[in-house]
């Protein structure tokens, strides 16, 4: 295959149609011209071709620049494959329906359709959609860097709200005259959409810091695409498709779609952000809401991840889920968080704790080992909580007679000991000297 003697190198993040706008520019085409002509595709939107490119497309282009099928395909959305969603050709309603299971601290448990306006529009989870007239998030610090402007792949992601590049949020409309800048625009000038119809330059926007929870998000995104694990707080690491199944778990579960959701209502509350104004917004898919509503759902999901779990369990107690209650609607989450979370719930009430492991048919901590043992941490954990003799004795009956027999003698032993310190101190000995 012949090489074509210009073609220019794939830009950090570039799309495909960025890519083919300036090889089509370098032979001094329009690059509807070059498509047809030179690549014999038939007439299509440049925009179709970031999305899943023909296979014929990907092999001419890197026979003819040298560049290998995996680049040229890595500056599609097939990149997301198997990560951020399991097909391109997955509705996003359909792919919800696999989310983690049994989890949502507000119970109740539903459909994950949009609204009705939405119902016929093929949305792909976490990817913004592709019609000409949807808005395009750009960076403006990006789009003033360097001598080349082209749009960026993650912009095509419904997750990326800000740039974790230069940490400032994400802008989708002029500046100047507040028009949205769309789809269409981008195709109609591919080397001039960077000024809006007024004229206006879109690098000219002013910039705002990126919310700190959002650009942790961000930051752990970039993690789980580039080395397929996730590590949360010191915990042990999490595959990619498993934390964004559950950051996504977690967007759903704050979305306000129903009448009555005290958890989720609770959380904006924390923020000052008044849920009843909220709601219109929240109630279509996340894919489709305005970039500040997704801001703001980012934000609120990177403060109850971040740190895991305190923050989350914080938010619990604010409408008295606590206990049992909690644990049982958060079966759902992979074994990496559910085990921090349930050792934080476990230490605050570690009678109930006991009581759901044994109910579940789940080996409470240090049953394995002999009973004696095992109550001498019990109530220690116990003591540290705060909880007397005769309430340790009162919230344990229901434990198995081995354990509470064991418990008994624990306690009893408790007591010796106690008795024997008082006396060797009113006897003006140091503890252990002369002990019976």
Request: with cysteine.
């Amino acid at each position: 295959m012949v090489r074509w003697p210009l073609h220019p190198s794939p830009l950090d993040d570039e799309s495909l149609s960025s890519w083919l706008t300036r090889l089509a520019a370098a032979y001094e085409m329009a690059p509807a011209t070059f498509c047809h002509h030179v690549l014999a595709l038939p007439p299509t939107s440049l925009d179709t071709l970031d999305v899943c490119p023909p296979a014929e497309l990907v092999t001419m282009l890197a026979d003819h620049t040298g560049w290998s099928r995996s680049r040229v395909e890595a500056m599609t959305l097939r990149r997301y494959e198997g990560i951020l969603f399991e097909t391109l050709a997955l509705p996003t309603s359909q792919a919800l329906s696999a989310r983690l299971p049994g989890f949502h601290p507000d119970r109740r448990r539903g459909g994950t359709e949009g609204s009705d306006r939405h119902k016929g529009m093929q949305l792909t989870s976490w990817l913004l959609p592709r019609a000409p007239t949807a808005t395009m998030p750009f960076c403006p610090v990006c789009l003033a860097d360097g001598p080349v402007v082209y749009p960026r792949t993650a912009w095509s992601l419904a997750l990326i709200t800000v740039c974790r590049r230069h940490e400032v949020v994400l802008w989708d409309h002029c500046p100047a005259c507040g028009e949205p800048l769309v789809r269409r625009w981008v195709n109609v000038a591919p080397l001039g959409w960077a000024r809006c119809r007024c004229g206006v330059a879109l690098a000219l926007a002013p910039t705002m810091r990126a919310p700190a929870p959002v650009l942790w998000l961000t930051n752990r995104l970039q993690e789980a695409l580039t080395t397929g694990t996730v590590v949360l707080n010191a915990t042990a690491a999490l595959p990619a498709h498993s934390y964004f199944a559950m950051v996504r778990t977690f967007v759903e579960s704050v979305r306000l779609r129903w009448a009555h959701q005290p958890w989720a209502e609770s959380c904006w509350h924390s923020l000052g952000i008044d849920p009843v104004a909220m709601r219109p917004q929240l109630a279509v898919p996340f894919e489709v809401q305005p970039l500040p509503w997704r801001l703001r759902i980012l934000a609120l999901v990177g403060q109850l991840l971040r740190p895991w779990p305190q923050a989350f369990v914080a938010s619990c107690h604010r409408v008295a889920l606590t206990g049992k209650t909690l644990l049982h609607r958060v079966q759902g989450l992979p074994a990496t968080m559910l085990a921090p979370l349930e050792e934080v719930v476990g230490a605050q009430d570690p009678p109930m704790f006991t009581r759901f492991l044994l109910a579940t048919g789940r080996e409470a901590p240090g049953l394995g080992q002999d009973p004696r043992a095992w109550a001498h941490s019990y109530i220690s954990a116990c003591r540290r909580v705060g909880l007397a003799t005769q309430a340790i004795r009162a919230r344990s009956r229901a434990l198995p007679p081995l354990l509470y027999d064991a418990l008994d003698e624990g306690l009893f032993d408790e007591r010796v000991d106690r008795a024997v310190a008082r006396a060797l101190v009113r006897a003006g000995l140091p503890w252990g000297q002369n002990r019976p």
